[in-house]
C-alpha cells in the first residue's frame, strides 16, 4: 500500500470514528427534494444501463461500490431493486456506519487502487466522487474495469473550463493531501481502449452540472410542495449548457 493511502486510511479512519449514522441520515431520506437531488446522476447511469442491457435483468447483477464511505451509492442500487451490493472503502469506521443505515449492504475493506480480487469478479463496479481521493485515479479507473464483468460507472469532476476555475484543486483531510483529477471524455476513452482493446460494448460520457448544495438551498426557500420541481427546473435550464458542465458521469460495457 502507497504511504499516502495508509495516511489517507488513518485520517479516514479517525474522521469517521467520530461521527454516527444520524449525520449521514440524508442517504436514507425519504425526502423527495434529497433523494432527487442525492440520486440524480446515479439515476442517469442506470437509465442508460437498463437502455443497453438487451432485455437482461440487470437487478441480478452483483454489484460493488468503491470508495464507496458511508454507502450512499449503495444505498440507491438497495432501493432500486439490486439484491447483492457491496459497499468497499479504505475505512472500516466508514463501512460500519454504512452497515447502521442499511443492513442489506455487505461491505469489505479495499484499496481503491489494489482490490486484490479476481478478474471479473463484480457484474457492476461503480465509484461516485471517489477516485480523485486516490493517489493513482487512472490506477483505480483501470483496476474497476479489471473486476468488472459487465460494466463501469465513474461519476467524477469534469476537465473543462469552468471547473477548472471554481472548482476544488487540492482537497485537505488533517495531514492528508490529494489532487483532484478531473476527466473528460476522450481520457475515459483512450483508457478504456488501451486496457480493455476491443473488448468493450459501450463508452459513454454524459456532462452535465452538479451544484446540489446551491439548488438545494434556493429550493428550500419555497413551500414544499413546489421544492421538488423548482429544483428539476433549475437543472431543466443548465441542460442546454451541458458542454459547460462541472461533472462528468461515464458508463462502460464490456462485452
Not at 102 to 108: A, D, G, L, Q
Request: hydrophobic share 40%.
Amino acid at each position: 500500500m502507497l504511504q499516502q493511502v495508509k495516511e489517507q486510511q488513518n485520517i479516514f479512519e479517525e474522521i469517521y470514528s467520530k461521527d454516527n449514522a444520524a449525520r449521514f441520515s440524508f442517504n436514507v431520506t425519504n425526502d423527495p427534494l434529497i433523494r432527487y437531488l442525492r440520486d440524480r446522476r446515479l439515476q442517469k447511469a442506470l437509465d442508460f444501463i437498463k437502455a443497453n442491457s438487451n432485455g437482461e435483468d440487470i437487478y441480478q447483477w452483483k454489484v460493488l461500490v468503491v470508495c464507496g464511505g458511508v454507502g450512499g451509492e449503495g444505498i440507491f442500487f438497495i432501493r432500486k431493486g439490486f439484491h447483492d451490493v457491496t459497499v468497499s472503502d479504505i475505512s472500516e469506521n466508514s463501512l460500519q456506519i454504512c452497515r447502521e443505515l442499511e443492513p442489506k449492504i455487505k461491505t469489505v475493506v479495499l484499496n481503491g487502487e489494489d482490490t486484490g480480487l479476481p478478474e471479473n469478479a463484480y457484474d457492476l463496479v461503480i465509484v461516485q466522487d471517489g477516485l480523485h481521493h486516490l493517489p493513482r485515479p487512472t490506477t483505480g479507473f483501470t483496476e474497476m474495469l479489471r473486476t468488472a464483468r459487465k460494466g463501469v460507472v465513474v461519476i467524477e469532476p469534469y476537465y473543462g473550463t469552468v471547473g477548472n476555475l471554481i472548482g476544488t484543486e487540492w482537497e485537505v483531510h488533517g495531514d492528508s493531501t490529494n489532487y483532484v483529477y478531473r476527466w473528460n471524455r476522450m481520457m475515459v476513452s483512450q483508457a478504456v481502449k488501451s486496457y480493455l482493446l476491443k473488448e468493450f460494448k459501450a463508452i459513454k460520457v454524459f456532462r452535465l452540472w452538479d451544484h446540489n448544495v446551491v439548488v438545494r438551498k434556493l429550493s428550500q426557500k419555497f413551500p414544499g410542495s413546489v421544492q421538488l420541481p423548482i429544483a428539476k427546473f433549475v437543472y431543466a435550464l443548465l441542460t442546454p449548457f451541458g458542454f459547460l458542465g462541472n461533472m462528468m458521469v461515464a458508463v462502460v460495457l464490456k462485452e
